[in-house]
């Protein structure tokens, strides 16, 4: 019964990020086209530092997913999780408003202004929301979760679309339909999860051991996470302080269109956590193994998307060609964030190693970030940052996946190591021939895998279809 849960959901939330997929596109398509360069890198400024206001939630709503993850609707403490939607809405609020305080009295220029007193709104925002989004995983409302998701995108999309039509666009009015967007899914997320959050709850001064309690325990996922979201980040932080405002709007707009190709593991990271939780250590071992061989032979296929994006930026968005110089070099960055965040992530912290997890993240990132700011002084151009990045992102990934190996006392697969082959001849690939060239060796190249490797294909699709996951 709980196989069948789980592939249910997976489906759920994969047709949910399809959908958001065809809707990033049109949102991506759109933006460049219509807004200038440096305001469409204003935008992704704010996209940039509002990846990072979990960290104001301290660990909050980390801790509530771990603790309750194991509930159902009908077992958890509704009273209870009512009472933590109060504090959670009443802390931000606070932050929300000292935040705006902050940034009127700092003395920034018009441009930076617009863009914190936005972060300090998106603050409310975001955290709450994400408070229902964790909410939707541990009683596994996957359906809700998908039609939010949707619907923060469309309003995005219709609000955007109708402001360029009438040649109103810019940064200012792309933040405030940004705000309004996520305003709207607040709302549904209020209409539709009431039982959690309006109605009458817990005493909160009666229960201040438990609120203690969700930051003390969700305070090292939060922190896991934060290293995580850094690791993936920090070059466009440094590009954002080091470099002019197009050319930050340049590497952004080339991250935005791999996240487009990401979809499909989100959806894998969503679902996967709050069931793993539930299943004991065998199956916990069968189930990374499983995910770990899926992302191998999927990533194979999935770099080439970077032929139709090539060729989208090339032939369409031709402003934004000068992405082209490095779009190849970061291209592999879907595999290793997805192998990050789908398998080593989730399984540290269902074997509760988060810990072991933040210090294996920190090493990652101070080694990371040194040999980025290495190559930066050496050479002063934003490709030797790029390409010491995804040398760094692809070790790192392959050294973790060894720790949670060790930690977790499984046998190292080599499914879990070798897309580093695919992704060499890629990049090399595409790096000396011509495009057309380089397409259909690499489509031979994988088709020759798949067929000599088609039983072990055969077993995975048979795990999933026999319901062994």
Not at 197 to 222: T, Y
């Amino acid at each position: 019964m709980k196989e069948r849960v789980f592939l249910k959901n997976i489906i759920k939330v994969v047709f949910s990020n399809l959908t958001v997929l065809g809707l990033s596109f049109l949102i991506n398509l759109i933006l460049p086209i219509f807004l200038e360069i440096a305001d469409y890198g204003y935008y992704q400024k704010f996209i940039l530092y509002a990846s990072y206001l979990g960290i104001f939630m301290i660990g909050y709503n980390d801790g509530i997913n771990i603790r309750f993850a194991s509930f159902s609707e009908n077992t958890v403490n509704k009273p209870l999780i009512r009472m933590f939607f109060r504090v959670a809405v009443i802390w931000c609020c606070v932050l929300t408003s000292i935040a705006v305080c902050i940034v009127l009295f700092l003395p920034l220029d018009k441009i930076d202004t617009i863009v914190y007193l936005a972060l300090a709104i998106e603050i409310t925002l975001f955290n709450v929301n994400g408070f229902f989004t964790h909410i939707n995983q541990i009683m596994e409302r996957f359906n809700l979760y998908s039609i939010g998701q949707m619907l923060s995108k469309i309003a995005f999309l219709l609000f955007t679309s109708l402001a360029l039509i009438f040649k109103q666009g810019n940064y200012i009015l792309i933040l405030a339909l940004y705000l309004l967007s996520n305003l709207i899914l607040l709302t549904f997320n209020l209409f539709t999860s009431k039982q959690y959050s309006i109605l009458k709850g817990c005493n909160i001064k009666d229960h201040k051991e438990e609120i203690q309690k969700n930051i003390k325990i969700g305070l090292w996922v939060m922190l896991s996470s934060l290293l995580y979201m850094f690791i993936l980040t920090y070059p466009k932080i440094m590009i954002e302080k080091m470099f002019s405002i197009n050319q930050f709007s340049y590497f952004s707009y080339a991250i935005s269109l791999l996240s487009i190709c990401s979809q499909l593991f989100i959806a894998l990271s969503v679902v996967l956590f709050p069931m793993v939780k539930k299943l004991d250590i065998k199956k916990i071992n069968f189930t990374k193994d499983t995910i770990s061989k899926l992302l191998f032979y999927l990533g194979a296929a999935l770099m080439l998307a970077y032929y139709p994006i090539f060729f989208f930026v090339k032939f369409i968005i031709v402003k934004y060609s000068p992405l082209l110089e490095y779009l190849l070099f970061i291209f592999p960055l879907i595999i290793y964030q997805a192998r990050l965040g789908v398998v080593i992530i989730t399984f540290f912290k269902t074997i509760n190693k988060v810990k072991e997890l933040f210090i294996s993240e920190l090493c990652f990132l101070i080694i990371s970030v040194l040999g980025s700011l290495l190559a930066f002084y050496l050479t002063k151009n934003i490709f030797s940052i790029i390409i010491s990045f995804i040398c760094f992102i692809i070790l790192g990934t392959l050294v973790m996946q060894f720790i949670l190996n060790k930690i977790g006392h499984w046998k190292n697969k080599w499914y879990e190591y070798l897309d580093i082959a695919y992704v060499f001849l890629f990049i090399i690939l595409n790096w000396q021939l011509q495009i057309y060239i380089a397409l259909p060796i690499y489509i031979s190249y994988i088709t020759i895998m798949y067929i000599v490797l088609r039983k072990d294909i055969k077993a995975l699709f048979l795990n999933f279809k026999r319901k062994k996951i």
